[in-house]
């Protein structure tokens, strides 16, 4: 039988996740909306993304949950409820992915937000539950190992800088909810190419300038000190998405092939490598490790790791933008 999901909140980056389950072969039975208003608009997004959708919408995430019983669900509703949303969903025996970042209540309350992210996470190992946060830029990282390698390149750069920039909209356009909003997908992909490496913010530096944030910093790995750059954007020009080693420059760009499927063209000097889309990989891997084969792209214990340097470094930045 197909795998039984649901998605709450569809406006935004959620219709995309239905796009995925329905093309990895899950049952979209149900989707959860704010209010009632949007919900026949919603349910027209989601048949036109998946076809064979005869679901029901909601606006009450309790009574969808009872009623439809899915095995799981996608959190893609605003940051401040992810939280609550998840917690409700795992509490229930459901598997969850949520959209990045894992919880997040604004920079007045670093601390709860820290705390609710490893309440989160705790509550999901606790019940055995597959819990995943979907950054999914993680997918890069054995592409870029593999290229890297084929380059004769060092294995610990001297420098890595890595850019995350997305198209300008009416929120998280600068300062910290920029920050928050693009930087877990590039921490995503240094944990992954760095794994239990530690963050040191001894000597970090930030630069803000009009709709962009610069993080400088250092990551301790094995026994090498690697300086690290994140710059995240927003504007409306031709975006950027990348990972310089040392110089050598690996662009992810994404396209839609002749049949109408995103790809991602890995791009570096003359070459090229056309590959899966990166949020597909991780809802496979999702929808795989609820099935009992593997883990998630982005598992729990990972997670939390990257919410712990996402909240350490904005705390960072808070405090020098203050001085």
């Given at each position: 039988?197909?795998?039984?999901?649901?998605?709450?909140?569809?406006?935004?980056?959620?219709?995309?996740?239905?796009?995925?389950?329905?093309?990895?072969?899950?049952?979209?039975?149900?989707?959860?909306?704010?209010?009632?208003?949007?919900?026949?608009?919603?349910?027209?997004?989601?048949?036109?993304?998946?076809?064979?959708?005869?679901?029901?919408?909601?606006?009450?995430?309790?009574?969808?949950?009872?009623?439809?019983?899915?095995?799981?669900?996608?959190?893609?509703?605003?940051?401040?409820?992810?939280?609550?949303?998840?917690?409700?969903?795992?509490?229930?025996?459901?598997?969850?992915?949520?959209?990045?970042?894992?919880?997040?209540?604004?920079?007045?309350?670093?601390?709860?937000?820290?705390?609710?992210?490893?309440?989160?996470?705790?509550?999901?190992?606790?019940?055995?539950?597959?819990?995943?946060?979907?950054?999914?830029?993680?997918?890069?990282?054995?592409?870029?190992?593999?290229?890297?390698?084929?380059?004769?390149?060092?294995?610990?750069?001297?420098?890595?800088?890595?850019?995350?920039?997305?198209?300008?909209?009416?929120?998280?356009?600068?300062?910290?909810?920029?920050?928050?909003?693009?930087?877990?997908?590039?921490?995503?992909?240094?944990?992954?190419?760095?794994?239990?490496?530690?963050?040191?913010?001894?000597?970090?530096?930030?630069?803000?300038?009009?709709?962009?944030?610069?993080?400088?910093?250092?990551?301790?790995?094995?026994?090498?000190?690697?300086?690290?750059?994140?710059?995240?954007?927003r504007h409306s020009g031709e975006l950027e998405r990348s990972?310089?080693?040392?110089?050598?420059?690996?662009?992810?760009?994404?396209?839609?092939?002749?049949?109408?499927?995103?790809?991602?063209?890995?791009?570096?000097?003359?070459?090229?490598?056309?590959?899966e889309d990166f949020m597909q990989v991780s809802i496979r891997?999702?929808?795989?490790?609820?099935?009992?084969?593997?883990?998630?792209?982005?598992?729990?214990?990972?997670?939390?790791?990257?919410?712990?340097?996402?909240?350490?470094?904005?705390?960072?930045?808070?405090?020098?933008?203050?001085?």
């Open positions: 039988m197909p795998l039984k999901v649901a998605i709450i909140g569809v406006r935004g980056v959620g219709k995309f996740h239905a796009q995925w389950y329905a093309k990895e072969g899950c049952e979209i039975v149900a989707f959860v909306s704010s209010r009632p208003e949007t919900l026949a608009e919603n349910e027209k997004t989601l048949k036109s993304i998946a076809p064979n959708f005869q679901g029901q919408g909601y606006t009450n995430l309790r009574a969808m949950l009872e009623k439809e019983k899915p095995v799981a669900v996608s959190v893609c509703s605003p940051h401040h409820l992810h939280a609550e949303h998840c917690l409700e969903a795992l509490s229930r025996g459901i598997h969850v992915l949520c959209e990045k970042p894992l919880v997040w209540f604004g920079s007045d309350k670093l601390n709860e937000t820290l705390e609710q992210s490893r309440k989160v996470v705790n509550l999901a190992i606790g019940k055995g539950l597959k819990f995943a946060v979907n950054t999914q830029y993680m997918a890069a990282a054995p592409y870029l190992l593999r290229i890297l390698g084929e380059q004769n390149l060092p294995k610990i750069p001297k420098k890595i800088t890595l850019t995350m920039e997305a198209r300008l909209r009416e929120r998280d356009t600068s300062g910290v909810n920029l920050w928050v909003d693009l930087a877990p997908h590039p921490l995503s992909v240094l944990s992954a190419l760095f794994p239990n490496a530690e963050l040191d913010l001894e000597n970090a530096v930030f630069e803000e300038g009009n709709d962009s944030l610069v993080a400088h910093f250092t990551v301790r790995f094995q026994t090498h000190q690697i300086p690290v750059t994140i710059r995240v954007r990972v310089a080693w040392d110089e050598f420059k690996v662009k992810f760009l994404p396209f839609v092939d002749e049949n109408g499927i995103y790809r991602i063209r890995l791009a570096w000097e003359n070459a090229c490598q056309v590959v891997q999702f929808v795989r490790s609820v099935l009992g084969e593997g883990s998630p792209l982005c598992d729990a214990k990972t997670a939390l790791l990257q919410m712990e340097w996402l909240i350490a470094l904005t705390s960072k930045y808070l405090t020098m933008k203050w001085w």
